[in-house]
């Protein structure tokens, strides 16, 4: 008897430990959306006005196919919100709201991440945030993960202490593939470090248990370039399996990346060896000016879009190329319908849609 108990521990000790998560592809059907709403507390209240209208958008455009979950600073600014959504004429049915305070909007990199474990119960990681290597204030939106999981009731596996890691540095296409850049995971150069000491093998074994990944593909990326150190959801998305949405050599040059990295990126292929085929997006054709008429040095990539249930969110800048980035992504969501979102102000932070947006997928609450 003795022994029975023993080998049966020993088996579901065993298990425990070859447990693996999978994230699921975010066009998989969603539970709801996140978002993290700009408030005045850290940056003032022009800030907030000048980027708010990106989320009454989003908020309307999601809120018909899904739950919108948003995170309010404190109860005045809930009930603000609130005003807001209302004098904007947002259906409120589908929206709720969580009380946390946040240092800034970046849901993407410092928000839940929502996997599935082998029996495809949802359940939280909660990965380390350190402001995108201490550039910035990341207490409060380092607690965020923790928070919503004891709010849900719902299983949070604490990684703060095995590894920095931001929703917006890695991309997989849902079948066993995650691509990231080093200089925004591995980098070990000063202000860009995320996990100091860490090596390739030990960040890979990391994705491969978490996200549920057999093949991680490196692109080395550059660091300082820009305030997350190059995360890849700017210029690269999988649109499925076998479909990588990315620009052409000469925009990704702009952009940053080396030649090496580009090949790195077109010669990219699945689990089964197979080039993934590639659907190019422009970025914009100006330089990307602001809606309140400040001019910004750099063009805009419209990569980093948002698959929602019903909807297909894509940063638009005022450009000529927006209704021809609208169409390309349309085309590979024919069940879904394309909304630009102007992404002129928050631009000029760093981000656009996919950065501050995160989705919860459909599915039994893990508790």
């Known amino acids: 008897?003795?022994?029975?108990?023993?080998?049966?521990?020993?088996?579901?000790?065993?298990?425990?430990?070859?447990?693996?998560?999978?994230?699921?592809?975010?066009?998989?059907r969603h539970e709801g959306t996140w978002l993290q709403w700009p408030h005045h507390y850290q940056h003032g209240t022009t800030y907030r006005q000048r980027v708010e209208q990106t989320w009454i958008d989003m908020t309307k455009a999601l809120q018909s196919g899904e739950k919108v979950h948003i995170i309010a600073y404190d109860e005045d600014e809930k009930k603000r919100i609130v005003s807001l959504l209302e004098k904007n004429k947002v259906p409120m049915?589908?929206?709720?709201?969580?009380?946390?305070?946040?240092?800034?909007?970046?849901?993407?990199?410092?928000?839940?991440?929502?996997?599935?474990?082998?029996?495809?119960?949802?359940?939280?990681?909660?990965?380390?945030?350190?402001?995108?290597?201490?550039?910035?204030d990341f207490e409060n939106c380092d607690e965020i993960p923790k928070s919503i999981g004891k709010d849900l009731g719902i299983k949070v596996i604490d990684l703060n202490e095995e590894m920095v890691n931001e929703g917006g540095s890695v991309e997989t296409d849902g079948n066993g593939v995650l691509m990231a850049c080093k200089s925004s995971v591995i980098s070990q150069e000063k202000g860009a470090t995320r996990n100091k000491g860490i090596t390739q093998e030990e960040a890979e074994e990391m994705f491969e248990t978490y996200y549920g990944v057999s093949k991680v593909i490196w692109l080395d990326g550059v660091t300082g370039l820009d305030v997350t150190d190059m995360h890849i959801d700017g210029f690269m998305k999988f649109a499925n399996h076998n479909t990588m949405i990315t620009m052409n050599e000469d925009d990704l040059l702009e952009l940053g990346l080396s030649d090496k990295d580009i090949n790195t990126l077109y010669t990219a292929s699945n689990v089964d060896?197979?080039?993934?085929?590639?659907?190019?997006?422009?970025?914009?054709?100006?330089?990307?000016?602001?809606a309140y008429g400040k001019q910004l040095d750099e063009k805009g990539s419209y990569v980093n879009y948002y698959v929602a249930n019903t909807v297909v969110l894509v940063p638009n800048y005022g450009d000529p190329n927006d209704q021809i980035a609208n169409k390309i992504i349309q085309d590979q969501y024919p069940g879904r319908k394309v909304i630009g979102i102007d992404v002129r102000n928050l631009y000029e932070n760093g981000g656009m849609v996919h950065c501050v947006t995160q989705q919860q997928p459909e599915g039994k609450l893990m508790k």
């Not at 579901?12 to 998560?21: N, W």
Request: hydrophobic share 35%.
């Open 1 to 28: 008897m003795n022994k029975l108990f023993t080998l049966t521990f020993v088996l579901s000790f065993i298990c425990t430990m070859a447990q693996t998560y999978h994230f699921p592809e975010e066009s998989s």
């Open 93 to 136: 049915k589908n929206v709720d709201f969580k009380i946390y305070p946040t240092d800034d909007v970046w849901v993407r990199d410092n928000g839940p991440i929502f996997v599935k474990d082998s029996k495809g119960n949802v359940l939280i990681e909660d990965w380390g945030f350190n402001g995108w290597g201490e550039k910035f």
């Open 273 to 290: 060896g197979k080039e993934y085929k590639k659907v190019y997006l422009p970025a914009t054709k100006n330089k990307v000016k602001t």
